[in-house]
């Protein structure tokens, strides 16, 4: 029996572990979300770990409103850095083993090919920062039993999120212009936490620590992803694809942040689905199709 511990419960990745709980019946579950574990206290991690021990922390919970990041530095920082380090430390004193959700974000260093976890590390922007602090701050204290996975383009049928937008301003409007020059990889949030638990469930997690990329097979612009699901929708709004500059941000976004995952396949001996099929799950659960 394992005892697991999952914050950001209520979030994409959060809510998609608990829709699979029920597979893993033996495990003993603990979720939590702001409510009963508010990362930006400083101290509170420390107190509710005080009385409680648990062999995995699935570590879900981010500060993940990137353009409202760059004005508010310092919680982020709180949430994303200083908040994953407290994290780190409690795990590794009580024998806990921490599984990390970091982010694509964390590479934006202008290799214009799939990016590999060895690659530099020269993120733009709040959250990108301090999404790559949170990732070498549990590496740093709690390195040989810290497992990251660093995902692309988090999707779901649970929360907020681009397929969901997608859908919603299609059915509103005749026409969307969405940006078509930043090219990455959907991650299907179920895919996501499915994994997770069965690398617990097989003892793979603890066996291969480290960093890994981890997101759908494939690659695609957000005008594709966006062309894609408003056609598997069968909508009639247009599509229009248009450039960056034409669509300002407060904080930048990576231009090219297609994850290489051999390593993720070659450590677990896993596949990965491609991402246009795992979309389709995500509209079938969702009704669409």
């Not at 603990?30 to 930006?40: I, R, Y």
């Not at 214009?112 to 549990?138: F, I």
Request: charged share 20%; glycine share 6%.
């Amino acid at each position: 029996m394992h005892r697991i511990l999952v914050t950001g419960a209520g979030g994409q990745v959060g809510q998609e572990i608990q829709a699979l709980q029920d597979r893993y019946p033996s495990w003993e579950w603990v979720f939590t979300d702001k409510d009963e574990l508010d990362l930006s206290v400083p101290g509170q991690i420390r107190t509710f770990f005080q009385n409680l021990s648990f062999d995995y922390c699935i570590h879900c919970a981010a500060y993940t409103a990137v353009d409202r990041a760059e004005s508010e530095p310092e919680l982020a920082a709180r949430i994303n850095a200083g908040a994953v380090r407290e994290l780190a430390q409690a795990c590794k004193e009580q024998g806990t083993f921490l599984i990390h959700i970091s982010s694509d974000y964390v590479y934006d260093n202008s290799l214009n090919r799939p990016l590999q976890e060895t690659d530099p590390t020269t993120p733009k922007g709040v959250y990108a920062k301090t999404k790559l602090e949170g990732d070498r701050a549990a590496l740093d204290v709690h390195g040989p039993s810290t497992l990251i996975l660093r995902a692309s383009w988090i999707y779901s049928s649970f929360g907020h999120n681009f397929v969901k937008t997608m859908l919603r301003l299609a059915a509103e409007r005749e026409e969307i212009r969405v940006v078509c020059d930043q090219i990455g990889t959907p991650t299907y949030a179920a895919d996501l936490a499915q994994t997770i638990l069965g690398l617990i469930a097989t003892g793979q997690a603890k066996a291969h620590p480290g960093v890994y990329n981890y997101a759908g097979e494939g690659v695609c612009s957000w005008y594709d992803f966006a062309q894609t699901v408003i056609g598997l929708a069968n909508l009639p709004c247009r599509v229009v694809p248009i450039p960056s500059e034409a669509y300002p941000t407060p904080a930048p976004r990576p231009f090219y942040s297609v994850l290489d995952k051999t390593r993720f396949k070659a450590g677990f001996g896993s596949s990965l689905p491609y991402w246009k099929d795992s979309l389709e799950d995500c509209l079938r659960k969702m009704e669409i199709l």
